[in-house]
Nanobody, 119 residues
Framework: VQLQASGGGSVQSGESLSLSCSGP????????IGWYRQAPGNQHDLVAA???????RYADSVQGRFTISRDNANKTVHLQMNNLRPEDTGVYYC??????????????WGEGTLVTVSS
């Protein structure tokens, strides 16, 4: 596993969590780093992504609540998740690839981290 994810946990609706993804420079330098949530059909749906230049993309469902940021010096990407909702529940995966998409396959994946939001 070349990408390492941390964070996650169980919270109540309206609370916040932060996820972090770190990895080697060769994966961070030129790639888009994305966070994906595994859907019930086992596909990985985009939550948020950030390019090496700092451009961001968000799923409509998290726009305004989640913020993705990138620390290239420390080879880390953070996903700040505020005002969490039960529908945000799922296993979140970090990914490095030349592009982002939903659903997404390919590139390099970290281990999933579980986020559980209860009402």
């Amino acid at each position: 596993v070349q990408l390492q994810a941390s964070g996650g946990g169980s919270v109540q609706s309206g609370e916040s969590l932060s996820l972090s993804c770190s990895g080697p420079e060769n994966l961070f330098r030129l790639n888009v780093i994305g966070w994906y949530r595994q859907a019930p059909g086992n596909q990985h749906d985009l939550v948020a992504a950030i390019t090496s230049a700092g451009s961001t993309r968000y799923a409509d469902s998290v726009q305004g609540r989640f913020t993705i940021s990138r620390d290239n010096a420390n080879k880390t990407v953070h996903l700040q998740m505020n005002n969490l909702r039960p529908e945000d529940t799922g296993v979140y995966y970090c990914n490095a690839d030349r592009r982002c998409s939903t659903p997404h396959a390919g590139g390099y994946w970290g281990e999933g981290t579980l986020v559980t939001v209860s009402s």
